[in-house]
Nanobody
Framework: QLHFVESGGGAVQPGGSLRLSCSVSAFEYSIGWFRQAPGKKREGVACIHKTDGETHYKEPVKGRFTISRDNAKNTAYLLMNDLLPEDTAIYFC???????????????????WGQGTRVTVSS
């Protein structure tokens, strides 16, 4: 079973920034960040391929969030800029055998997830 360590969450005012980190015991083909707000379904945020570095973002975060990874450290990052109240959620890191487009579109679900890190954006 894979082990995840997620960190970097916190409370920030609108317009602020946070950088999330996800260290995993092993990377699969893709690594992604999802989020879940109270009373809502978990939704894809961003995803990156381990090998070719291809990225995929959901529309609400395009231009504001940037996903990256360090394969040598099995660590993925999510830099979140210009945060909005609607970004408030628990953010989860996952990894799986398929391409990013399969996961962020909901075609497939990651088999392994971390515990999540909480992000709160409010004034």
């Amino acid at each position: 079973q894979l082990h995840f360590v997620e960190s970097g969450g916190g409370a920030v005012q609108p317009g602020g920034s946070l950088r999330l980190s996800c260290s995993v015991s092993a990377f699969e083909y893709s690594i992604g960040w999802f989020r879940q707000a109270p009373g809502k379904k978990r939704e894809g945020v961003a995803c990156i391929h381990k090998t070719d570095g291809e990225t995929h973002y959901k529309e609400p975060v395009k231009g504001r969030f940037t996903i990256s990874r360090d394969n040598a450290k099995n660590t993925a990052y999510l830099l979140m800029n210009d945060l909005l109240p609607e970004d408030t959620a628990i953010y989860f890191c996952g990894t799986g055998q398929y391409r990013c487009s399969d996961y962020v579109t909901g075609k497939r679900d990651y088999e392994d997830w971390g515990q999540g890190t909480r992000v709160t954006v409010s004034s």
